[in-house]
T-cell receptor, first 111, second 112 residues
Framework: RKEVEQDPGPFNVPEGATVAFNCTYS??????FFWYRQDCRKEPKLLMS???SGNEDGRFTAQLNRASQYISLLIRDSKLSDSATYLC????????????FGGGTRVLVKP | NAGVTQTPKFRILKIGQSMTLQCTQD?????MYWYRQDPGMGLKLIYY???????DKGEVPNGYNVSRSTTEDFPLRLELAAPSQTSVYFC???????????FGDGTRLSIL
């Protein structure tokens, strides 16, 4: 099983719709979780951390399910500017704080 | 408010040439990282450092070297450039444990 798996997409989303996608991880020692956003030919940028109780930042909601070893991201009221690749990232403190990146889920929001 | 600065932004090398990709950060972060990202793929860790004077290999270290003489700087060296090293290289810095990493703008390197 891969360390982290994401559906590469693309998810074609009408403007204003809701889209959600998951990311599964195999290492149960993973301690911190993040969603990063990467625009074409740009550097990854932190979108939000993912907390055990779930957290929301505006139109974005992140969830963590430790039992099933996945995190999720939900985007409400999608904007054209949400078109990007969303990378799930997790950190294992015992492994020198190295981050493990998923391959990304591509989201295309269309008018 | 610079954060992580990488230079150069673009470079074309001939096979067998050498070069150093520069990375500097002004956040006084202990942890620094070098990644490469091939087209349509995820990031792969090349080398990382947990503090000045300490470096360690990541997932794909072959063909690269690093040094960390100061907290601010973490240069990546390619000694004998090969076409397989054509990629986008990202440097990142991280502060406290379990905090997210902050990335530089990247260096786009082509080896012909």
């Amino acid at each position: 099983r891969k360390e982290v798996e994401q559906d590469p997409g693309p998810f074609n989303v009408p403007e204003g719709a809701t889209v959600a996608f998951n990311c599964t991880y195999s290492n149960s020692a993973s301690q911190s979780f993040f969603w990063y956003r990467q625009d074409c030919r740009k550097e990854p940028k932190l979108l939000m951390s993912v907390y055990s109780s779930g957290n929301e930042d505006g139109r974005f909601t992140a969830q963590l399910n430790r039992a099933s070893q996945y995190i999720s991201l939900l985007i409400r009221d999608s904007k054209l500017s949400d078109s990007a690749t969303y990378l799930c990232v997790f950190l294992i403190k015992a492994a020198g704080n190295k981050l493990t990146f998923g391959g990304g889920t591509r989201v295309l929001v269309k008018p | 408010n610079a954060g992580v600065t990488q230079t150069p932004k673009f470079r074309i090398l001939k096979i067998g040439q050498s070069m150093t990709l520069q990375c500097t950060q002004d956040m006084n972060h202990n942890y620094m990282y070098w990644y490469r990202q091939d087209p349509g793929m995820g990031l792969k860790l090349i080398y990382y450092s947990v503090g000045a004077g300490i470096t360690d290999k990541g997932e794909v270290p072959n063909g690269y070297n690093v040094s960390r003489s100061t907290t601010e700087d973490f240069p990546l060296r390619l000694e004998l450039a090969a076409p397989s090293q054509t990629s986008v290289y990202f440097c990142a810095a991280q502060g406290e444990d379990s905090q997210p990493q902050h990335f530089g703008d990247g260096t786009r390197l082509s080896i012909l």
